[in-house]
């Protein structure tokens, strides 16, 4: 089984779909983007990046939009590999995508881990700030000797 993007993706501009693809099989059709069904995986991270819920596994495409599964493979011959959004979004110094989303591996992830350092860093404050109930506790004063 593979995934389909159907109608709703044309003349999408969201290429979030693109940039979680760990095996960068989507490719640019004329006016949409489409699944290389000999290189999709079934990984299904694309389904839940894609704004416009126009991604399908094969087995579950819309009565209405069965005609995209061909197309689907058709333009994956002729299309080119897309690489809408990828550019602008990885660094030179992130590594290869990993299916599992790892934070490890890609440049949104160690944004990810940043802000995740921040937000921890912080408790001890909030903590601190917070005291018992709404009332605020001030810090005592470190020993002096």
Do not use: H
Not at 18 to 34: K, Q, S, T, Y
Not at 81 to 88: F, I, K, P
Request: with cysteine; aromatic share 4%; hydrophobic share 35%.
């Amino acid at each position: 089984m593979t995934y389909v993007v159907t109608e709703s993706c044309i003349k999408c501009k969201y290429t979030d779909c693109v940039d979680v693809c760990p095996v960068d099989c989507f490719r640019e059709g004329p006016n949409m983007l489409v699944i290389d069904p000999e290189e999709c995986i079934d990984c299904t991270l694309c389904v839940a990046e894609c704004p416009v819920e126009a991604i399908y596994a094969e087995d579950d495409v819309p009565d209405a939009q069965q005609a995209f599964i061909a197309l689907n493979a058709e333009l994956s011959r002729d299309g080119s590999r897309s690489s809408r959004g990828r550019t602008a979004r990885r660094t030179p110094t992130s590594g290869p995508r990993c299916p599992t989303r790892s934070t490890c591996s890609s440049a949104r992830g160690a944004m990810r881990m940043q802000a995740l350092a921040l937000v921890l860093a912080a408790l001890p404050a909030l903590a601190w700030a917070q005291g018992s109930g709404n009332q605020v506790v001030k810090p005592r004063s470190p020993p002096i000797g």
